[in-house]
């Protein structure tokens, strides 16, 4: 394999820091399409250990970026697990080597829709090839080659990040010794299909969006991207969650204005979603992700039985739900469950009560640190791991 | 606890077994496959772990008792053995247990049948409905028997369909499955040697514990 650790130009790396692989031999991708070379941005937490066998790759979901435990370069906010990720916690840096790619068609540095194409030195906006969830797992098998791990201690994420870590699972199990998918499906079923449709379609109904052309325009579909996050948040939500924070709260006011400007505090609280949102993504990439989660299905690739996409695996996995998550319901990670009992693989299977909704696997919930963190103690155990 | 239980970091230290669990533990060879239906919090899967070195799995119906187990390195889904024993295939484990749970399934009979499809061996344990003292306080008060083991009212009973130690046997000979091993325990738990077919068993014995297997 031919790449190169690349130093990412000053400006680039103040605008999204850390590291590069620049990989020059071809990607195949799901759709025929082949991407030579491509870019993989990535972040590391931890040591690496002698034997190579304390790796946890955690896989990021739809909107989220490989800066998991250390502040966003763009918002400054704290990385987005970094309830769970640090020295001393459940993903122990003390312990543990941890590893986060920003996935292929992704808009942190990884090659996307936002990069520059370098055969014609031009954005590849909608030229870039769709991808699919595979296609980012190809991508991330050819950095973790590269670190020289070949076996993974740990593969977990939840949403997006789950999906691709069944399909990890499902492609390389002799390189996954636990996997932990979280709040997440074997399929995105009709009802994600349609929420995300809606997001591409208020990106794309956005005069700004110019066919996808933008960024060569100097123009930004902002206002489609907000509402494309802001639906997308009320699903990352629980009624009783939405209910709980805002209620029929009036912002700042005493009585309703009869107009259309926020009145209640919801509305408000989702024009802030959206409006933070675009500073830190891009629309053409919320387009390809969103396509990514839509065409998969892991059970389609093996002839429609789910099990038969980890017939043999040695893999060790702890399925984690949450009760309130109407999203990626407990149901569909049931049926990942069951794919996994069908063939009596090591699996466990954790619903945990909470009324956040999705959003609770980014959430401070103590019950999901503790059993997960259970779960990797068992594993460290039977893998031989020093405690840290 | 055995100098092996030491071996598995994730295992703070292994506490002793109740009565029964004890026995059940006794007739399962190290570094077996074991399935055990109706975990808890995982007393059995812990002490097999870290004693005997099996791989073993759990499941539970009470979501609190699996995340108990998984918090303690243990694997253990959230299910129930009407529902989702049909799910695992034939063979898949040495030994399939069902302690103390076979009376509140709702179809014991399919149950029992998925026990010794699923595992080589199955492991069957129950409160035995037949012991005099049962017979004695339906007789003497024409109430619903209680004891220490079934320990609730008619009403709220999850006990809804108990046996005795010969509904059993009947059943297994009816279903062409072999009793390998059998053992009869006292009130206190501890074990005493009858034939389990018998009628003293069956009047002496509060619970009955039954090695299974598949004729064949």
């Known amino acids: ?388 | 606890m055995s100098p092996d239980a030491s071996s598995l970091s994730g295992m703070a230290g292994v506490p002793p077994l109740r009565g029964d669990l004890a026995l059940v533990a006794e007739m399962i060879e190290p570094g077996a496959r074991v399935l055990d239906v109706g975990c808890g919090e995982g007393e059995l899967l812990a002490y097999l772990t870290g004693v005997k070195a099996v791989d073993g799995r759990g499941i539970e119906l009470s979501q609190s008792g699996v995340n108990a187990c998984v918090r303690h390195g243990l694997s253990a889904i959230q299910g129930d053995a009407d529902r989702d024993l049909a799910d695992y295939p034939t063979g898949a484990f040495d030994y399939a247990v069902l302690s103390q749970t076979l009376q509140a399934t709702r179809n014991p009979r399919q149950v029992i049948e998925h026990l010794v499809r699923i595992g080589r061996h199955a492991i069957v344990s129950f409160p035995n409905f037949g012991h005099w003292r049962i017979r004695m306080h339906l007789m003497l008060s024409g109430r619903m028997p209680r004891s220490h083991l079934l320990d609730h009212s008619w009403y709220d009973t999850p006990n809804i369909h108990l046996c005795t130690l010969k509904d059993f046997t009947a059943l297994t000979d009816e279903l062409g499955i072999a009793i390998e091993r059998s053992v009869t325990l006292d009130r206190a738990g501890q074990p005493f040697s009858l034939d389990p077919r018998g009628h003293f068993a069956n009047l002496l014995a509060e619970q009955g514990l039954f090695m299974l297997s598949r004729r064949g």
Request: charged share 20%; with cysteine; glycine share 8%.
């Open chain 1, 1 to 388: 394999m031919s790449t190169d650790t690349v130093q990412p130009s000053r400006a680039e790396q103040a605008l999204r820091p850390g590291q590069r692989l620049v990989v020059s031999e071809p990607l195949e991708l799901d759709s025929g399409a082949s991407l030579r070379p491509y870019t993989i941005a990535y972040q590391t937490y931890g040591t690496l250990n002698a034997d190579r066998s304390n790796a946890i790759l955690i896989c990021h979901a739809l909107t989220g970026d490989q800066y998991v435990a250390e502040p966003h370069p763009v918002t400054g906010k704290p990385g987005w697990w970094s309830t769970l990720a640090g020295p001393g916690k459940t993903l122990d840096t003390d312990r543990y080597y941890l590893i986060c790619a920003n996935v292929l068609g992704g808009c942190m540095g990884s090659s996307g829709p936002l990069e520059i194409n370098p055969a014609i030195g031009r954005p590849w906006g909608l030229s870039f090839p769709v991808i699919t969830v595979a296609d980012m797992v190809r991508a991330q098998k050819k950095l973790i080659d590269h670190l020289g791990i070949t076996s993974l201690f740990c593969v977990l994420g939840g949403s997006m990040g789950g999906m691709q870590v069944l399909q990890w699972a499902s492609s390389y199990p002799d390189r996954v010794f636990s996997a932990v998918p979280i709040a997440t499906a074997a399929r995105h079923s009709a009802q994600n299909i349609a929420f995300h449709e809606v997001g591409r379609q208020a990106i794309m109904a956005d005069p700004e969006w110019s066919q996808g052309n933008y960024l060569e325009l100097s123009r930004n579909p902002s206002r489609g991207l907000a509402v494309a996050r802001m639906a997308a948040h009320i699903t990352y939500l629980s009624e009783q969650a939405l209910h709980r924070k805002f209620g029929r709260a009036l912002r700042n006011r005493e009585a309703v204005t009869y107009g259309f400007d926020a009145d209640f505090e919801v509305e408000s609280y989702l024009r802030h979603q959206g409006i933070s949102f675009v500073d830190r993504f891009d629309a053409n990439s919320y387009l390809y992700i969103t396509r990514a989660c839509d065409y998969f299905d892991l059970a389609a690739e093996h002839g429609g039985v789910l099990a038969n996409a980890f017939r043999g695996t040695p893999t060790r996995f702890c399925v984690i739900s949450f009760t309130s998550d109407w999203l990626y319901p407990t149901s569909e990670n049931r049926l990942i469950v069951q794919a996994l009992n069908a063939i009596a693989a090591n699996v466990s299977f954790v619903e945990i009560e909470t009324d956040k909704g999705h959003d609770a696997f980014l959430l401070d919930e103590p019950e999901f640190f503790a059993t997960l963190r259970g779960f990797l103690d068992g594993c460290a155990a039977h893998r031989g791991l020093s405690r840290a």
